[in-house]
């Protein structure tokens, strides 16, 4: 099994900046795509950023220029820089870690950007 583990969410002003991480622990032997989705109450759970093992990186067309997503493979943790929030970033953000062909989901963390 493998336990994923978010911080960093809160409540920033617009124009604010965030960093969440996720740290991934447990049985761990290949991790492949690590990333970010994020979803408001009554819509569906829409990709924020996603990395893949060797780096590439790809970005919801909302955040793209403005929020940037890496790892540290070493801690099994994935990070995401959030800069220029808007109030409409408002959502729980999910980190998602996959683990050779299975993938896991963290609980939730709340960022809120208040106008």
């Known amino acids: 099994q493998v336990q994923l583990v978010e911080s960093g969410g809160g409540l920033v002003q617009a124009g604010g900046s965030l960093r969440l991480s996720c740290a991934a622990s447990?049985?761990?032997?290949?991790?492949?795509?690590m990333g970010w989705s994020r979803q408001v109450p009554g819509k569906q759970r829409e990709l924020v950023a996603i990395?893949?093992?060797?780096?590439?990186?790809n970005y919801g067309d909302s955040v793209k220029g403005r929020f940037t997503i890496s790892r540290d493979n070493a801690k099994s943790t994935v990070y995401l820089q959030m800069n220029s929030l808007r109030p409409e970033d408002t959502a729980v953000y999910y980190c998602?870690?996959?683990?050779?062909?299975?993938?896991?989901w963290g609980q939730g963390t709340q960022v809120t950007v208040s106008s």
């Open positions: 998602r870690v996959v683990v050779g062909v299975s993938a896991y």
């Open positions: 447990g049985t761990i032997f290949s991790i492949n795509a």
């Open positions: 990395i893949t093992s060797d780096g590439s990186t």
